[in-house]
């Protein structure tokens, strides 16, 4: 595998699932990397040989990119798996925080990693748009209703009207 399929590799597979900067980082990383091993001497295939599979590389920059505070999800992280377990049990410990009005008050984050969650959540979206087109299209169906019932006796007066002439 030579130098630019290796990069090549690398970027598709980190394509989409870490932040553009993140991705030009490594690939940045490992072209002089690459570059510096062959400047001593070193052939190329070797180096690259050395560095194992770029998708298992990419594999690792994805799952070390999750754990910092920079995410791609946009949430915050709590460091490792067993950190964030520890934190998880404090949370579910201490689930209210007391503000000073002594009101107590919790938050939850919804999980939109889940299949099942997005497709609630475009279901609730949905339902949401047709109740207040449904709405819309009632109100709209009553103002008919009332132009059928009242467009006669305007009609009737603007007859009226005409027939008893503008008034001086």
Known sequence: MTKTEFLQILREELDGRVPYSVIQENLNYYNSYIDGETAKGRPELQVIEELGGPRIIARTIVDATLDTEDRPDGFQSYGGRE???????RTAQKQYTEYGDGQKRSVHYVDFSKWYVRLLA???GFVVIFLLIT???????????????V????????VIWFMKGPRR
């Open 83 to 89: 950190e964030y377990d520890g934190a998880a049990k």
């Open 122 to 124: 475009g279901l609730a």
């Open 135 to 149: 709405l819309f299209m009632g109100i709209l169906g009553l103002a008919g209703w009332i132009l059928s019932v």
């Open 151 to 158: 467009w006669p006796v305007l009609l009737v007066l603007l």
